[in-house]
């Protein structure tokens, strides 16, 4: 009607959209992250249609990582500061603290295991073993006689003990672990302090057979000691020494009993009960073995098994006298 009235013509042709630009791919493609506002330009005819186009400041794209991720949820992680000299010097000195107290702990756990476990067969070994000391005090004191016992024996288990208790008086185990450490020092210096020192008893003692060069005993014992020992220190090669020494110390003894073949009752009776204290503290060792996780130690396992070897003809030789009740005699 218009074109009728006004004799001007309209074409109807419709209005083609505008060609896609960068921004509207990239809004196109990120359509959460971009704002767009519609905006009709002019008078819009019917059949033209609704031209959308993006707003002049569209956010850009979101990148993969920031697709999962919010910005605001990254976190960032700093490197750690430089090391310098002041902080290293602490940190080496406290991990040198700390390996010590760890030897230290490993240490007393070697202590604990060789001195605080009891069992049956253990108590019947300490209970045997002091009272052999028990028979050979009871001999001096009231025969007022040490015939028959070897000096050199005694003067071995007193450095047997005096070696082996070191630890005395720095780490304490148990009240009865002390106790017995005591009566076995005291004892064994009693002892040679009497055959040495005493005026009456001093006087029994047997030199002419008691000839034993025992310190062919001592130094080969130290010297396996150094080489062959639980641990490189003072501590542990003297109780090594120890366990070595204790394992010959009775051949004097044995000997001595051999030349002059006249043995009395409490003078047997002294030496057998030594070597049960040995072969009670070998079934501990088995009992303890099969008993306690990781229980292993071959010093004084080999030390103990040829100990027990050195009695076995003694052993022989006492129960024969004993089952036919006569006088116990060695060969000679």
């Not at 069992?119 to 025969?143: E, P, Q, Y």
């Not at 996780?293 to 129960?319: C, E, R």
Request: glycine share 4%; aromatic share 12%; proline share 7%.
């Amino acid at each position: 009607l218009w074109t009728q009235f006004s004799g001007t013509h309209i074409s109807q042709t419709p209005v083609s959209p505008p060609a896609k630009t960068e921004r509207s791919r990239a809004a196109t493609r990120a359509p959460t992250a971009t704002r767009t506002t519609t905006r009709r330009t002019g008078p819009t005819p019917r059949w033209g249609p609704t031209v959308i186009e993006p707003s002049p400041g569209p956010l850009p794209p979101l990148s993969s990582e920031s697709s999962v991720v919010p910005p605001t949820a990254r976190t960032t992680t700093r490197p750690p500061p430089p090391t310098t000299r002041a902080t290293a010097a602490p940190a080496t000195e406290k991990g040198l603290l700390l390996i010590r107290q760890r030897e230290g702990e490993r240490e007393r756990e070697r202590e604990r295991e060789r001195g605080s476990k009891m069992n049956l067969f253990r108590l019947a070994g300490d209970m045997t073993h002091l009272l052999s000391v028990v028979v050979l005090l009871l001999k001096i004191h009231t025969i007022k006689s040490c015939a028959g016992i070897s000096l050199k024996t005694q003067e071995l288990y007193a450095l047997v003990f005096a070696a082996r208790y070191l630890d005395l008086f720095v780490h304490f185990i148990s009240l009865y672990n002390t106790v017995m450490k005591l009566v076995f020092l005291a004892s064994s210096f009693s002892i040679v302090w009497y055959m040495r020192r005493h005026k009456i008893v001093r006087r029994t003692y047997d030199r002419e057979h008691d000839t034993f060069r025992h310190y062919f005993l001592v130094l080969p014992c130290l010297a396996l000691a150094l080489l062959i020992n639980e641990k490189f220190t003072f501590r542990e090669v003297m109780w090594a020494f120890s366990i070595y020494l204790e394992a010959v110390a009775i051949l004097p003894q044995l000997v001595l009993l051999q030349r002059t073949r006249n043995i009395d009752n409490l003078t047997g009776q002294y030496v057998f009960f030594l070597g049960a204290y040995r072969v009670l503290y070998i079934l501990n060792w088995i009992y303890r073995y099969f008993t306690e996780p990781h229980f292993v130690h071959w010093i004084s396992w080999i030390a103990g098994i040829v100990q027990t070897l050195l009695y076995a003809d003694f052993f022989y030789y006492y129960i024969m006298s004993w089952k036919n009740n006569v006088k116990l005699e060695l060969p000679a």
